[in-house]
């Protein structure tokens, strides 16, 4: 699996931003992956952000991320969204998605995922 993330950028406190995944598979279909958002800001471990399962309505949000941001997928186009509104500066890092196959529901471990994008830096300013 080839994931292709986009749409980071600069943006100011308050304002919104959404993240595409484009992913390519091979052999098995996407909608049998576990997709998820995970970001690292400078000198921070990478964390969990959200997840979808393979049910686009079986999603998994980190608390501090919850409320804000809507992770969505269209298995039609082999792409997953995270939707972040009324970001805050804390919210700057890399931005990876990454895909699980092992799993059908939301998963938080990164150990739990096999493939991972290159990343996209989103930088909110305050």
């Known amino acids: 699996v080839q994931l292709q993330a986009s749409g980071g950028g600069l943006v100011q406190a308050g304002d919104s931003l959404k993240l595409s995944c484009a992913a390519s598979?091979?052999?098995?279909?996407?909608?049998?992956?576990?997709m998820g958002w995970f970001r690292q800001a400078p000198g921070k471990e990478r964390e969990f952000v959200a997840s979808?399962?393979?049910?686009?309505?079986?999603?998994l949000y980190a608390d501090s991320v919850k409320g804000r941001f809507v992770i969505s997928r269209d298995n039609e186009k082999n792409t997953v969204h995270l939707q972040m509104n009324s970001l805050k500066s804390e919210d700057t890092a890399v931005y990876y998605c990454?895909?699980?196959?092992?799993?059908?529901?939301?998963?938080?471990?990164?150990?739990?995922?096999?493939?991972w994008g290159q990343g996209t830096l989103v930088t909110v300013s305050s």
């Open positions: 990454a895909a699980s196959s092992g799993w059908g529901t939301p998963r938080s471990p990164k150990g739990d995922y096999d493939y």
């Open positions: 598979t091979s052999g098995r279909h996407f909608d049998t992956y576990t």
């Open positions: 979808v399962g393979w049910g686009a309505r079986n999603t």
